[in-house]
Each structure stands twice: as C-alpha cells, then as structure tokens.
C-alpha cells in the first residue's frame, strides 16, 4: 500500500492489478505500520 495523497492509496489486486482507492475507514484497520521516505 503506497500512500498517494492524504486520503487515495495504491494497491496490488490479484484480478485488477494495481489500483488507486479511497482511504476509507474500513481500508484504516487494515493498517499495520507507516514510514516515511528519507528526505534529501
């Protein structure tokens, strides 16, 4: 799951491949960790 924007995120789907979504609350839960990328 790759952040896009404060509330869309991409993910990988078996049958549709990659796809953006809505972050909803039920996708939230899902979460496990968060990091962000270093900063040059």
Known sequence: MVLTE??????????LGVI????????????AFAFLFPQR
């Open 20 to 31: 953006e979504e809505p972050l909803t609350p039920s996708w939230q839960r899902r979460i």
């Open 6 to 15: 404060p509330a869309t995120f991409l993910h990988a789907c078996e049958r």
